[in-house]
Nanobody, 112 residues
Framework: VQLQASGGGLVQAGGSLRLSCVAS??????TAWYRQVPGKQRELVAA???????NYAEAVKGRFTISRDIVKRTIYLQMNSLKPEDTAVYYC?????????WGQGTLVTVSN
C-alpha cells in the first residue's frame, strides 16, 4: 500500500490550504491526518471512520475538515484560518485491521 501526500506549502496566517493523499488501495477505512514538528511526537489532527464520522483535535476544530473520495481513493484535509502554530509536516494515515500505513509527509508552513 502506498500513500502519496501533496498540497503543502507556505501560506500566510489566516490563509487556507488543502492537502490531498492518494492511496493505492481503497480508502473505505479508518483514515487520518497527523502532524509533527521537530522534537515533538506526531499528533492526530483529524480522522474519518468507515461510517464517515469524523473527529478532530481541539486545536483545529472549526478550522479543518477531513473528507475522502472513495472513487478517487483520496483523502483530503481542508485547512482554513491557518495559524503559525499549524506549521508542521503533515502525514496521512490509513489503518487496516492488521496494518497501519503512512504517507511520506508534506510540509505546511504558516507565516505571520
Amino acid at each position: 500500500v502506498q500513500l502519496q501526500a501533496s498540497g503543502g506549502g507556505l501560506v500566510q496566517a489566516g490563509g487556507s490550504l488543502r492537502l490531498s493523499c492518494v492511496a493505492s488501495t481503497s480508502v473505505f477505512s479508518y483514515t487520518a491526518w497527523y502532524r509533527q514538528v521537530p522534537g515533538k511526537q506526531r499528533e492526530l489532527v483529524a480522522a474519518i471512520n468507515s461510517d464517515r464520522s469524523a473527529n478532530y483535535a481541539e486545536a483545529v476544530k472549526g478550522r479543518f475538515t477531513i473528507s475522502r473520495d472513495i472513487v478517487k481513493r483520496t483523502i483530503y484535509l481542508q485547512m482554513n484560518s491557518l495559524k503559525p502554530e499549524d506549521t508542521a509536516v503533515y502525514y496521512c494515515n490509513l489503518r487496516r485491521t492488521v496494518a497501519n500505513y503512512w504517507g511520506q509527509g508534506t510540509l505546511v508552513t504558516v507565516s505571520n
